[in-house]
């Protein structure tokens, strides 16, 4: 796994975890020690896009994501959507297609194979609809 595939993981994991503990993700961030981030750069940063973007990133989670309501969303599928998202419209470092392929490797790994398929439609559609979003 490359460097920011393994920050993604980690960046998963802490939005995973400010999710379920209802928690502000950089607070939760800012109470770990730095020595637990290998990645910690890519984590940071893809932490701080998502907690910046996040009002819009759900907005947009709702309006794509069609027959989920966000709260019936599994967790951690909503969270991979959040990421990816950030990464396919705010970080232009990152290709689309390798944001969408790296969020469904971790659906395959972390949920479900209808998960994987499912956050592939719904990145799909965000990528096609990219220069409309980002406008």
């Given amino acids: 796994m490359s460097a ?52 819009k990133i759900d907005e947009l989670i709702i309006t794509y994501a069609q027959g989920w309501e966000m709260d019936r969303m599994p967790v951690i599928d909503r969270n991979i959507l959040r990421l990816a998202i950030y990464e396919i419209i705010w970080n232009p470092e990152v290709d689309d297609q390798v944001a969408a392929a790296q969020a469904v490797e971790l659906a395959q790994t972390l949920s479900t194979d209808e998960s994987a398929k499912y956050v592939n439609g719904v990145l799909g559609r965000i990528i096609v609809l990219k220069p409309v979003i980002s406008a």
């Fill in 4 to 55: 920011r595939g393994k920050a993604r993981k980690k960046a998963i994991d802490y939005l995973y975890e400010a999710d379920q503990r209802a928690l502000n993700v950089l607070e939760l961030l800012a109470n770990r020690p730095v020595t637990e981030l290998s990645e910690a750069n890519y984590v940071n940063q893809l932490l701080r896009g998502v907690s910046e973007h996040r009002e």
